[in-house]
């Protein structure tokens, strides 16, 4: 049983040939899930721990969705300054 959801659930990554940069939320969401289901119900995970794994990827995503939007307005910007700049005849 563990290989089959350990092949289910972190497989996907590998089959799909990405990186390990590009994992993504449901990447992380299916080995969170792999994690809670494999580990010990008399020794669970430190739930500082859990809570640090989340805080870090909720920080991450923060960050992702930060670059994505600062590079939509430098495109835009890009895009104004072409527009609004002299075409100097050749």
Do not use: C, H, W, Y
Request: aromatic share 4%.
């Amino acid at each position: 049983m563990i290989n089959s959801v350990t092949n289910s659930g972190i497989g996907t990554a590998s089959q799909a040939g990405r990186g390990m940069d590009a994992l993504g939320q449901g990447d992380f969401l299916r080995l969170l899930t792999v994690q809670m289901q494999q580990q010990d119900p008399f020794d669970p995970v430190d739930n500082k721990e859990m809570l640090a794994q989340m805080a870090q990827f909720s920080s991450l995503a923060g960050v992702a969705e930060t670059n994505s939007a600062l590079a939509t307005i430098a495109d835009k910007l890009d895009r104004l300054i072409a527009m609004s700049s002299p075409t100097t005849p050749a």
